[in-house]
């Protein structure tokens, strides 16, 4: 893979199905050079194959489509270039769609729509900003923008997220959108002007996320931090308002306790809700390597001891967990689905994601496994029609259809066998520059199984080696490597370079004590395991590596791995420091996550010092080019500067790579041109260090 492929990089995302089953809509998206954004179409798919995916929109990014529950409309958000996204709705048989919100209405944009059960109204979240904050002030164009806005007065930790900024000033809440279905479905096309407006259901400081309707369509549940301690701790229960309230401020708490949820949906019958969550310690923090579970809680017991016209009926609240804690679910792509035969959700397991069915009594089956990650599911009301993205070493993203799935429990079941539906990765493949995940595994010094792949460089252009090697550490430390298509293994090894790349101790994917390992001893195990995957892949005689010319890089923890073995080893030619966690000490006051992060993850302030890589930086001799980006939250641009001036004092060749408005995931959903750009300085960089 070339830097200049970055535009082939399409996947599938956000399926939506027919209550039949017999058709699907898919967002089709890739980075745009163009505008310098990512962008892309919905897609109308047939489940049963026997035709082509039907182009059903043609905007610059359309994407989060839901279709009715008749199955006749679409509602999807549309963003224009350099806009924010706004509701819009298009039949499944094709036509113009029509706009159902403007940015008047929502000047910070909607999130994905919900359809009530009846298909009369919509439901989304959306950040409502204070007047004459980001872009809403109408006063004299000098007293416009963020530098004229008035201070902000904060008195929580929880304040600011990586990717979006401050959040106390422009809260998350749900609204209601009611659809003239009569109206549409006459042909008639409501002019702006007389357009219904979206109704503001929940008001309050505080964030209400992942909004879904109850059984009946009566009320929406929404996941909020209400309680008293919210924003000092990591709670978040599930909450009830009614879908007539008018910026209701006092919801109803459903689901509380030591619980971070996620995402929640109700049974069809609206007797059980099922919740996505990370169990919490007493004061509500510990959630570093924890693994988010699904839970459930009873709503509508088969016997009502409350009596009759009990407001609350006993159990309701009570939430249980159904999965074990070496049973993650909590993937960046995490999603949770729920239909009659109960809910699905995806599992993280040695580098993959595998789509899981579980019933209300636990039981669990496997439905896709093997060499693979599936990104997002939609199934049928009944449960017996399934589709879900699927991404693998050559593919970004794939829309497939599920079939029957693996026995109960099955820790290695691969599941039934997926029927493609879609080939939106074809044009990458087609460039023949894709390589093979050769999948390793090697002991520790404690003969701990250290697992990993390795990324070769063509022969027919690179010879048959010994090739340069990368090797790569990823972040988290709670994440993992895996068998979706990577695409800076990809470009590394089109540039030359053999990539080794694993999932250490700390890591997402291997088990509760796999990933608390490192807990109070960053730096250690996972040290080991890092060079251990490296030595055990550099002594394999079948593989063609250079074991005298080796590079490191890794952003985020991967930054922290790479800064820390410089410290430690003379080994690399050179270093890549990427976005990274350098210094905890000044992390906890700098970082969105920092109020809790060094603490659960070191356990004391002695260890915080010890263990960064900054308190060992004057051992550093290895050339190293730092890469940070300006509006980064998570690990704040003054860790990379202070690591890269600190090399510069001491005499270490060193650059520092700046990328301005971007965020932590600059390496993922950053700019097309930005994401270009680094890998040039990347190639670069090696070429200098690591020549091929």
Known sequence: MLPS??????????????PDGLTAVVSVTAPDLATDE???????VATDGTAPPHRLTRGHRDTAPALSPDGRWVAFLRAEPGGRPQLHLVELAGGEPVALTTAEQ?????????????????????????????GT?????????????????????????????????????????????????AGQRVAAPDRPAPRQVTDGDADDTGVAWTADGLALLVVSARHGSAGHDLRRGVHRVEATAHRQSQLDPVVGGDLAVSQVAPDPD?????????????????????????????????????????AVPAGAGRALRLTPPDVDLGDPAGFLLVDAAGALVAERHRGALRLLRVRPDGAREVLLGGPLQVTAAASTPDGTGLVAVVADQASRGELVRVGPGGAEDAQDSQGGEPL??????????????????????????????????????????YGAGPHPVLLMVHGGPHAQY???????????????YAVVMGNPRGSAGYGLAHGEAVLGALGSVDADDVEALLDGVLGDASLPLDRERVGIMGGSYGGYMTALLTTRTQRFAAAVVERGYLDATSFVGSAD??????????????????????????????????????????????????WWTALRRQGVESELLLFPGEGHELTRSGRPSHRTARFEHLQRWWARHLPV
């Open 593 to 642: 996550i920092g109020w809790y992060f060094p603490d659960q993850l070191h356990g004391s302030e002695e260890a915080m010092r010890e263990q960064s890589p900054l308190t060992h930086v004057s051992s550093v001799r290895t050339p190293t080019l730092v890469i940070h980006s300006e509006q980064d939250w998570r690990c704040p641009v003054e860790q990379g500067q202070r």
């Open 38 to 44: 990512e962008a892309g179409d919905l897609w109308r």
């Open 270 to 310: 609206g007797r059980r809700l099922w919740l996505l969550a990370t169990e919490l310690d007493e004061r509500g923090l510990g959630a570093v390597a924890q693994p988010e579970s699904l839970f459930t809680a009873v709503l509508v017991p088969d016997a009502d001891p409350g009596g009759p016209g009990s």
């Open 106 to 134: 929502l000047p910070l944009g909607a999130g994905a729509p919900v359809w009530s059960p009846s298909g009369a109204a919509l439901a989304f979240s959306a950040r409502v900003p204070e007047p004459g904050r980001y």
């Open 5 to 18: 492929d970055l535009p082939l990089l399409a996947g599938c995302y956000s399926p939506s199905l027919t």
């Open 420 to 461: 493609p539906l879609t080939d939106v990765g074809g044009p990458l493949r087609a460039t023949g520059r894709l390589r093979p995940l050769l999948e390793v595994e090697h002991p520790s010094g404690d003969g701990h199984p250290v697992h990993g792949w390795v990324v070769l460089p063509d022969e027919t252009r």
């Open 137 to 185: 002030s109408t006063g004299p164009a000098h007293l416009r923008g963020p530098d004229a806005e008035p201070p902000r007065l904060i008195t929580a930790p929880a304040h600011r997220v990586d990717g979006v900024g401050f959040t106390l000033d422009r809260r998350q809440h749900a609204f209601v959108l009611d659809v003239d279905r009569a109206a549409l479905d």
């Open 482 to 496: 895996g068998w979706g298509l990577f695409d800076e293994a990809q470009v590394a090894a089109g540039a030359g």
